[in-house]
């Protein structure tokens, strides 16, 4: 476990965000394994049957990751503070939450999967393996549900080793599951998603076996109650923003892949269905390094060390910018190649889509960074309602240039709509960063006046 308030910032920041991104990565490379397996050994319609349900799974991902920022910030907050007791509560309230929430959901979420897949007028040829792949993956929504918690508990104690080394071993089994089922047992889409299934299965129980003998290690002077009414408050005050931010792009995602799913095109589908998931590839790392900006604030924010928070926004930018630039040479100048590497014999109409959509975004991956290492600051110190509003803002106009644009433009005014929705989103929320609205109001009214004896 790392104290994250003390040592140079950007040296702690890089010792504690790498593993994360690291643990990030690798599981974004066996969504991707999904993906480039399903279109090498089961064919286009394969791979564009996994890229249409995936607006669909994001949407169900998107409760878990609101809960685990929930509870990450909250326990980071409480560590750094050194009330070990109410961690210890804090944790074991989370983890029941996860479970009563992840049971829930899936029940919903197998009973609304057809209607959805409906809605994004999935294509008929590829509506089947769409529903089957769905289904399973449904079926192991509560193993995610509880690896995401114990991720974000791990992280808020400071501990970014230990996820990534159950995802490592949970990456490497899933795409050798992968191509058992799918290239020597020719399950199709299926075998995709049961080698998920086991995958997050296996990594969700060696998790919770770990996080039980970390925080038994915490030492308290007297048994903490397991379960906390408070605790549980703090914990849905940030982590149903949070969920309802995560929501709303990832219904933002539905809407934008119903528009795609409109031209009726297996290979635009699948060219887009690539793109997007490269595209999600370098946004979740970018979004990872805002989380560990989160733990880092929150814990700095429990301690009272507001301007060790400025020291480490200034380190993660330059921090964020080194983590983009890969990916924008990747994408801008091999996009083709990568979309290529998912296919076996791909069509003109999917690389050209795939390649086109790359293009567009990936230069503006430094905006993204910018903004997603505010809104981290934002919701480290519990200022939930600024980062929340800053995604709004991009989601929106995401969706309605999206519609606006693709009329004249076709796919192209899609992939347009994206990086005007980051540009300003970004804007927004460094405004509310160099506002100072994430210090509290008190503190933040007598730095003011200390600043105006100082200049008078």
Known sequence: MTDLTRDNPTKTLIKFALPMVLSVAFQQFYNMADKLIAGRYAGEQALAAVSASYPITMIIMAFALGTNIGCSVVISGLYGGKK???VKTAVTTSLTLALCAGIVLSVLSFFLSDPLLKLLKTPE?????????????????VFLYLYNICTGVFNALGNSRTPLYFLIASSLGNIILDYIFVAVFQWGVAGVGWATFIAQGISS????TALFFEVKKIKTDSPPPVLSSSSLKKILVLAVPS????????????????????????????GYGVAIQLNTFAITVFNTSGNAVSNYTAQNMGSGNFNRVRLGFRSALKIGSLIALPFVAAYAFFGQFMVSLFMDIPTADALQTGKE????????????????VCDGIMRGASAVQFFVMSTFSDLLLRV???????????????????????ILSALLVFV????????????????LKKMKKKNN
């Open 84 to 86: 070990f007791s109410e």
């Open 125 to 141: 040829d590829i509506y089947n393996d769409s529903a089957v792949y769905l289904r399973i993956y449904i079926y192991g929504f």
């Open 205 to 208: 129980i060696l998790s919770l």
């Open 243 to 270: 969920i309802l931010q995560q929501s709303f792009v990832s219904v933002g995602g539905l809407m934008i892949q119903g528009l795609v799913n409109g031209f009726n095109s297996p290979s635009i589908i699948a």
């Open 357 to 372: 959509f790359l293009l567009i975004v990936s230069p503006f991956y430094f905006v993204v960074m910018l903004k997603l």
């Open 400 to 422: 309605a240039l999206a519609y606006i644009l693709s009329p004249r433009f076709g796919a192209t005014g899609i992939w347009l709509s994206w990086p005007i929705g980051w």
């Open 432 to 447: 509310f960063y160099l506002k100072g609205y994430w210090i509290p109001k008190d503190i933040r009214l007598d730095e």
